[in-house]
């Protein structure tokens, strides 16, 4: 028998190795902006909210009235309705009424409001689900399936490593290999980011909410949870980005100019042994798989002056039945969540007005 299988590729070198690792730094270095981790009682003289905020306005530049992080967005609204599955799970409101509205917010994970969307694979989804007894849920989810650390003090190091050389205004290319060699545990990170690609529909892309979360119902008893959202869109997800900067809010808008577009709300129940306080290591195995009901989005606003504008989507806003693992990086990134948003309230860019804080 012939084999007709191709030859063994010769191992890469050492300066091709530097310039793959290069290449995904890049990416990270743009997403670094997806998550304010940092917890301001940490180190008081390096964590600080407004000591990480610095950094991203340092690697990003400073683009007044937009987010620090997320800057590039567009508003959704709509709708939520329950099934019965997360019922005996959790006593919030939300999944026990048959519709809670929803507002929203699709985003790239940048601090610059007008990088191209092709940019970086990596999309985001917010949301804000709006009880009827005056409670609110707030979660930000991404297309990425784990966070590349799982400390604020190894994402500071990370952003650190991204930014920019005063003597080049470019990032030093060996500084991100260098963080890598020192946190294996991004490893399932970069396995990821090596094959992900821009997709060409905020619509068709899965979102993970990454940080784990207990479930509490009537009687008390505790699940912990990972959720996410899953598109019931019948379109490829693996679609290639068209040509163009401004494309992602293009297509939502013609989308939803046909009809209201649907994702399947998805609780993963942890198994035990399975690690809640730490976004970086995936959840392996069989779990079963809750599927809490439907998010509806019906509208889109532009973000100047959408209903989601004046929203911190501060992952600790959360209803009775819902409440927060150990994860660290959940109260770090409520604490510069708000350092940004007091920021950016203070400013007036020329695309918004300043903007007024959200009810809690």
């Known amino acids: 028998m012939v084999d007709h299988s191709s030859p063994p590729k010769p191992p890469l070198s050492t300066a091709s190795r530097v310039i793959r690792l290069a290449c995904i730094a890049g990416v990270v270095a743009v997403m670094a902006g997806a998550f304010a981790y ?15 905020v610095n950094a991203l306005e340092t690697n990003n530049g400073v683009h007044p009235g937009f987010r620090r992080n997320h800057a590039k967005g567009v508003c959704v609204a709509g ?32 601090g610059n409001p007008y ?4 940019s970086v694979p990596i999309r985001s989804f917010a949301v804000q689900f709006n009880q009827a007894n005056g409670q609110q849920w707030r979660t930000g989810m991404n297309s990425m399936p784990v966070f590349p650390v ?6 500071y190091q990370m952003l650190k ?3 920019p050389d005063p003597a080049t205004g470019k990032p ?7 963080f890598f060699a020192a946190h294996p545990e991004t490893a399932a990170f970069l396995a990821w980011v090596k094959t992900a690609k821009p997709s060409a529909s905020y ?17 008390g008893k ?3 949870v990972r959720w996410g959202v899953v598109p019931q869109s019948q379109d490829a997800p693996d679609a290639v980005a068209p040509a163009g900067n401004d494309f992602l809010e293009k297509d939502l808008v013609q989308r939803l100019a046909s009809g209201p577009l649907r994702w399947q709300l998805n609780m993963t129940l942890a198994n035990p042994g399975d690690p809640l306080d730490d976004a970086s290591k995936t959840w392996t195995g069989e779990h079963k798989v809750l599927n809490a009901g439907t998010l509806v989005l019906q509208s889109s606003q532009p973000q100047a002056d959408g209903d989601c504008r004046d929203i911190n989507f501060d992952p600790l806003v959360l209803p009775s039945g819902i409440e927060a693992s150990n994860d660290p990086l959940l109260a770090a990134r409520s604490a510069a969540y708000a350092s940004s948003y007091l920021r950016r309230a203070g400013e007036v860019s020329p695309l918004h007005s300043a903007p007024q804080e959200s009810k809690q």
């Open 172 to 178: 030093n290319p060996g500084n991100m290999p260098a």
């Open 150 to 155: 799982g400390t604020p003090e190894a994402f």
């Open 38 to 52: 940092v917890n301001g009682t940490l180190d008081p003289q390096r964590l600080r909210p407004k000591t990480l």
């Open 222 to 224: 505790r699940q912990a």
């Open 203 to 219: 619509a068709t892309e899965t979102y993970n909410g990454i940080n784990a979360f207990y479930l509490v119902g009537a009687d």
């Open 79 to 110: 709708y939520f309705e329950s099934s019965p599955e997360a019922r005996a799970y959790s006593s919030a409101q939300v999944f026990s009424e048959a519709r809670t509205p929803v507002v929203g917010r699709f985003a790239l994970p940048s």
């Open 161 to 163: 490593a991204g930014a």
């Open 115 to 118: 990088a191209p969307d092709s």
